[in-house]
T-cell receptor, first 114, second 115 residues
Framework: NAGVTQTPKFRVLKTGQSMTLLCAQD?????MYWYRQDPGMGLRLIHY???????AKGEVPDGYNVSRLKKQNFLLGLESAAPSQTSVYFC?????????????FGDGTRLSIL | AQSVAQPEDQVNVAEGNPLTVKCTYS??????LFWYVQYPNRGLQFLLK??????LVKGSYGFEAEFNKSQTSFHLKKPSALVSDSALYFC?????????????FGTGTRLTIIP
């Protein structure tokens, strides 16, 4: 029972490089989310998706793009990495239409931009 | 806008003593409130939630939380702390700005249980 799986777990990039973070869930959840966690700021929503083929902006979307081509996968892209994007990134998912249900989180991707 | 505040960055408790981690909220409408725990190098794990009903909510690992509407608080409690309870704790509220499935998190409280 894998739940939410994030790859890679760690990555170091140079400023200006691009990369894609992958999130996969095996719970058949409709809703998926990308957050970033920074010290003293809690978790902030970057982008989210309410179903296959849909994406929407969250609280801090600038500098990121996302895609949800398959229901089980949610990709987060950095086109031109900046040091301000050094953070821990978490993916989460939950069932559609059940706003009282908890979100399920992956173990995070630790990203450093030099 | 929906928001939660965790006024303490750090809480230290002796093993065996009761613990409280504080959370206050600001919402329009009925609040959906959650507590999550994060262990080192792991994602957040759900502890408990308040949607409606009894003000005292019981959750995982012996934790409970008390919903107080007049004080707009949702404090996390445990009668007897264990060293293994040491972790980062987040309070969260359902945020209706982005539809009905989003969470807004507090800044977190680091709980340290001293043996």
């Amino acid at each position: 029972n894998a739940g939410v799986t994030q790859t890679p777990k760690f990555r170091v990039l140079k400023t200006g490089q691009s990369m894609t973070l992958l999130c996969a869930q095996d719970m058949n959840h409709e809703y998926m989310y990308w957050y970033r966690q920074d010290p003293g700021m809690g978790l902030r929503l970057i982008h989210y998706s309410v179903g296959e083929g849909t994406t929407a902006k969250g609280e801090v979307p600038d500098g990121y793009n996302v895609s949800r081509l398959k229901k089980q996968n949610f990709l987060l892209g950095l086109e031109s990495a900046a040091p301000s994007q050094t953070s821990v990134y978490f993916c989460a998912s939950n069932e559609q239409g059940y706003s009282n249900q908890p979100q399920h989180f992956g173990d995070g991707t630790r990203l450093s931009i030099l | 806008a929906q928001s939660v505040a965790q006024p303490e960055d750090q809480v230290n408790v002796a093993e065996g003593n009761p613990l409280t981690v504080k959370c206050t909220y600001s919402v329009s409408g009925n609040p959906y409130l959650f507590w999550y725990v994060q262990y080192p190098n792991r994602g957040l794990q759900f502890l408990l939630k308040y949607i409606t009903g009894d003000n005292l909510v019981k959750g995982s690992y012996g934790f409970e939380a008390e919903f107080n509407k007049s004080q707009t608080s949702f404090h996390l409690k445990k009668p007897s702390a264990l060293v293994s309870d040491s972790a980062l704790y987040f309070c969260a509220v359902r945020d209706w700005r982005f539809g009905n499935e989003k969470l807004t998190f507090g800044t977190g409280t680091r709980l340290t249980i001293i043996p």
